[in-house]
């Protein structure tokens, strides 16, 4: 039996309508019925269809558009938030980095490479370990 090795992803921006609920209800998804509670949102996804989030999971997966900085909207893609510092395999070596509304920072490297360092993760040359 082959081993499937896990690599990771980036979420589409993909703009879709949400609302948080204040009342409970059970709502029908395309994978059954699910539970809503006071505080969950309510997607409605790409196809119409509609599915409860738990506010935790709205917060690290959801922006509001058109209200975030440009920059946010990166980290978000890479599952980060401004400010957040995470570790990057750039070449064959490991730097801390972190977005900031005016880029990203690199410690260890001159500021004329964190662009190249921006530009490598949009196109996966560079990679984030955590």
Same mark, same amino acid.
């Given at each position: ?8 992803? &980036? ?13 409970? *209800? ?18 409605? /996804? ?6 409860? &989030?738990?506010?935790?999971? *709205? ?11 440009? +920059?946010?909207?990166?980290?978000? +893609?890479? /599952? ?5 510092? *995470? ?6 070596? &490991?730097?801390?980095?972190? *977005? ?7 410690? /260890?490297?001159?500021?004329? @490479? ?5 530009? /490598? ?8 370990? @955590?």
């Amino acid at each position: 039996m082959a081993k499937n090795k896990a690599e990771q992803y &980036c979420k589409l921006p993909i703009p879709i309508m949400a609302y948080q609920t204040d009342k409970e *209800f059970d709502i029908e998804t395309l994978e059954g019925t699910h539970h809503a509670s006071i505080g969950d949102w309510i997607i409605t /996804g790409v196809n119409g269809e509609q599915y409860p &989030c738990k506010p935790d999971i *709205f917060a690290k997966t959801y922006i509001k558009c058109g209200q975030a900085n440009k +920059m946010e909207q990166v980290a978000v +893609m890479f /599952g980060k938030k401004l400010n957040e510092e *995470f570790t990057i395999k750039y070449g064959s070596r &490991c730097y801390k980095a972190y *977005f900031k509304k005016s880029g990203i920072r690199v410690r /260890g490297l001159y500021y004329m @490479d964190w662009n190249n360092v921006l530009v /490598g993760l949009l196109i996966g040359e560079v990679t984030i370990i @955590d």
